[in-house]
């Protein structure tokens, strides 16, 4: 299989990027591990586990019957895929619980 012209100059840019020195006294990684307890904590009745996180049925619907939730804030930090098929599942019972309202 070929590869494109445009897609090696693309390469050879980003290639370039990776490379580029920048001047900084100090670099701090931010990156969050933990769910961010500002929501959870502000929502009056939700039911919480540990760590802040929002404790769900297994319809992913919380002790706040008109709130889903799932993924992180829910299993306090997992994987994507966890994250995916709990907003699937969410989905499709916030669904069923519209129809029948
Ligand atoms: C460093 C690191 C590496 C990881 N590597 C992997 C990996 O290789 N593979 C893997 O499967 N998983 C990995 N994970 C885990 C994965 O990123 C999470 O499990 C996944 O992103 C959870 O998805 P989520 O939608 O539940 O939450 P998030 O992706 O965290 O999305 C929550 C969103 O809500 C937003 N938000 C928060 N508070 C508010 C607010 N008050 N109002 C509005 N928006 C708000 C946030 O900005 C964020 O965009 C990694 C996690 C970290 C931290």
Same mark, same amino acid.
């Given at each position: 299989? $070929?590869?494109?012209r $445009?897609?090696? +100059?693309?390469?050879?840019?980003?290639? &370039?990027?990776? &490379?580029?020195p920048v &001047?900084v006294? @100090?670099?701090?990684?931010?990156?969050?591990?933990?769910p961010?307890?500002?929501v959870p904590k502000?929502i009056e009745?939700l +039911?919480?586990? *540990?760590?802040n #996180?929002i404790t769900?049925? +297994?319809e992913? @619907?919380?002790?706040r019957?008109? %709130?889903f939730? $799932?993924g992180?804030?829910v299993?306090?930090?997992a #994987?994507? %895929?966890?994250?995916?098929?709990?907003? *699937?599942r969410?989905? @499709?019972?916030m &669904? +069923?619980y519209? @129809?029948?309202k």
């Amino acid at each position: 299989m $070929g590869v494109g012209r $445009g897609y090696c +100059e693309l390469a050879e840019s980003v290639a &370039d990027l990776n &490379d580029l020195p920048v &001047d900084v006294d @100090q670099v701090i990684v931010a990156v969050g591990v933990s769910p961010n307890p500002l929501v959870p904590k502000s929502i009056e009745g939700l +039911e919480l586990g *540990r760590k802040n #996180t929002i404790t769900v049925s +297994e319809e992913m @619907q919380s002790s706040r019957k008109e %709130i889903f939730a $799932g993924g992180d804030i829910v299993r306090g930090g997992a #994987t994507v %895929i966890l994250a995916m098929g709990d907003g *699937r599942r969410a989905a @499709q019972n916030m &669904d +069923e619980y519209l @129809q029948n309202k």
